[in-house]
């Protein structure tokens, strides 16, 4: 065919290879004549060329450099070249933000809005609000149903001490440490040091460090340092995309333990987390493939912005995820102390290297191939984010994340539905719920204080949006869910002990609000840049946070100390008193939030009613 060497220019140039131009004499035909038909030439060079424009194959598949591994495996797209290290099939990758399918309904149900807002605003904003209220209703009791499941059964796997000691060293396993590096080798000593007071035989720790092999910096440093022998550097070889995952894949396929576990360069594990996290799998059932310990924070009390971000991951990892685990449903993995058996990343392709969160993402594929997750009573404490920007840099690519899993796994959501049945609803809450209430409580919160402060000017217009039914769920959500709320956050604070923390739970709108700006942040580089990795700086805590550290040891960990010292040189009715009396205070201090919480309710809502239905005429 004429346009054959056409279609090979045009798949060698999607495939993101070179063309070089070689010059070619023509001379003029010597013997016989042209058998060219001009019109039927032309006719079909310009169907082909129409045809390849429009309908050619512009994706294809790269093959992995060697047949047992998925190193140098990725993906050509328009062009672009990117070699991700995995064979994950392209349905379950975030390469393409929206599907074909996705954007017609996007786009349908905004000019739907638009049109029934020009036609008959009324009736659609009513049922804008109706649809709204009914899933934050529904989402407040959810959420007090997964905290109490979690409070009252909690599931997290327990491990007991007498069962790490019978441990013999010599029969464990090689234990593989993944720790992604990039542009922070000044945090890499806190690392090996934590990696040090692992208790895991030494000669049994496969540690890899991944290094980018753009950053040369870091490349260099590390160099120059001598590392533990049981430390070894990987460099990713460079290029796209520049994420996280794609190196993990790299490091996975490098990888000689039977177990492996991702670790960040700031976490610091408990000592005994691998020995619980081997024995979790042992005790625990094939389907069980990924053990997830609990995160927390050292530098809690940095500032405002830390002791939100801890009462926060007290809540989410103490609270949610034991719940969520509870009724066995799709649990979001934490970005770090992920434990797997090695055979079965195999068998999941590792990580989607173009998802700015892909552990979430890994967890939801974990859930949907029958698998589950199972929390581990262990503890990671990394480093809060201290600086509001680069907090905000760091949450808006987790919502980012977020929102590209959402979109991946809802591509057909018929299917998702029919295969997973209940759990796809709890996904909706979980992911893409959260998400949508980021951006839409900000108006929100605008309607409620104008409601109040400019009655006068938009309260009869906010009165005809809620008519009766709507209005009272709307209040409930309101007051119940934003006091349910607080409360749990205070809960979590309590339940990992940071009870210095919960006076400023009280505080938590403000927090509520700047996520909502990275929430917004990532809704616009979802569109803009899907795949940039907003790079977190780590280390903002090894100066002022080591002498706020200090202070706060005293007051949590060595004055309790004493206080136990005292008690035990105190005779045994002296000590039984001193329990009995700080047991009624502990239940006196309930009885006071909870009266405290009720009336808030009640208060608010009389205030509500009192507003909507008397007047000052």
């Known amino acids: 065919p004429w346009t054959l060497d056409l279609s090979l220019v045009l798949i ?216 533990p022998w049981y430390v070894r550097v990987l460099v990713t070889p460079d290029s796209q995309p520049k994420t996280k995952p794609k190196a993990c894949n790299y490091g996975l396929a490098h990888a000689k333990g039977e177990y492996l576990v991702i670790y960040d360069a700031e976490d610091r594990p408990d000592a005994d987390q691998l020995k619980k996290a081997y024995l979790g799998f042992r005790n625990s059932s094939e389907k069980v493939v990924c053990l997830q310990a609990k995160l927390n924070y050292f530098n809690p009390h940095q500032n405002l912005l830390t002791r939100f971000f801890t009462v926060e991951y007290s809540l989410w990892f103490d609270v949610m995820l034991p719940g969520l685990q509870s009724i066995n449903t799709v649990i979001p993995l934490g970005g770090t102390s992920n434990h797997f058996r090695t055979k079965t990343l195999h068998e999941l392709q590792g990580w989607d290297p173009f998802n700015v969160t892909e552990d979430c993402d890994l967890g939801v594929r974990i859930f949907k191939r029958g698998w589950s997750t199972a929390i581990i009573d262990s503890l990671t404490l990394e480093e809060a984010n201290s600086n509001w920007g680069n907090w905000v840099r760091q949450r808006s690519r987790w919502l980012k994340g977020y929102m590209q899993t959402y979109l991946v796994h809802m591509r057909n959501p018929i299917e998702f539905i029919l295969k997973n049945g209940w759990h796809a609803f709890v996904f909706q809450l979980i992911i893409g719920a959260r998400i949508s209430f980021m951006l839409i409580n900000p108006i929100l919160w605008l ?122 040189q105190q005779p045994w009715y002296k000590r039984f008193r001193i329990a009995f009396t700080k047991g009624r205070l502990i239940v006196a201090s309930g009885i006071l939030v909870g009266a405290t919480f009720i009336s808030g309710i009640l208060n608010l809502g009389f205030s509500v009613y009192l507003g909507r239905v008397v007047g000052f005429e």
Not at 180 to 204: G, H, M, T
Not at 454 to 462: D, E, K, R, T
Not at 528 to 550: D, R
Request: aromatic share 12%; net charge neutral.
């Open 12 to 227: 060698a140039r999607d495939l993101g290879l070179g063309i070089a131009e070689v010059d070619i004499e023509f001379d003029k035909r010597i013997n016989g004549s042209s058998k060219i038909s001009v019109v039927r030439a032309s006719y079909e060079i310009g169907k082909n060329a129409i045809k390849l424009k429009f309908f050619r194959k512009r994706q294809f598949t790269i093959k992995p450099t060697n047949t047992d591994s998925m190193v140098g495996g990725g993906i050509a797209l328009k062009g672009k070249r990117y070699i991700t290290h995995t064979t994950l099939n392209d349905k379950y990758l975030a390469l393409k933000t929206f599907s074909l399918a996705q954007k017609f309904i996007v786009w349908s149900l905004i000019l739907a809005v638009i049109a029934g807002l020009i036609i008959t605003p009324l009736a659609t904003t009513l049922v804008i609000i109706g649809v709204l209220s009914a899933i934050y209703f529904i989402d407040v009791v959810f959420n007090i149903g997964v905290v109490l499941k979690s409070l009252h059964f909690p599931p997290e796997i327990q491990i007991q001490t007498n069962e790490i000691n019978s441990l013999n060293d010599k029969d464990l396993p090689i234990y593989t440490i993944l720790c992604p590096l990039y542009r922070e080798a000044e945090v890499l000593p806190n690392f090996l040091e934590s990696i040090e007071k692992l208790d895991w035989p030494k000669e049994k720790l496969d540690v890899i460090l991944l290094l980018e092999e753009d950053d040369k910096e870091t490349v260099e440093e590390i160099s120059r340092q001598k590392l």
């Open 447 to 568: 309607t409620t204080i104008s409601y109040f402060a400019l009655y006068a000017y938009v309260g009869p217009a906010i009165e005809e949006i809620f008519p009766s039914v709507i209005f009272y769920v709307a209040v409930f959500s309101l007051l119940v869910g934003n006091f349910s709320y607080i409360y749990n956050y205070m809960i979590g604070a309590m339940k990992r002990e940071h009870y210095s923390l919960v006076k400023y739970v009280y505080l938590i709108p403000i927090y509520w609000l700047v996520a909502s700006y990275a929430a917004a942040v990532a809704a616009y580089q979802l569109i803009v840049k899907p795949h940039y990795w907003e790079k977190t700086v780590h280390g903002l805590h090894l100066s002022k946070a080591k002498i706020i550290e200090a202070k706060e040891e005293i007051k949590e960990e060595i004055l309790p100390q004493i206080t136990a010292g005292i008690l035990g």
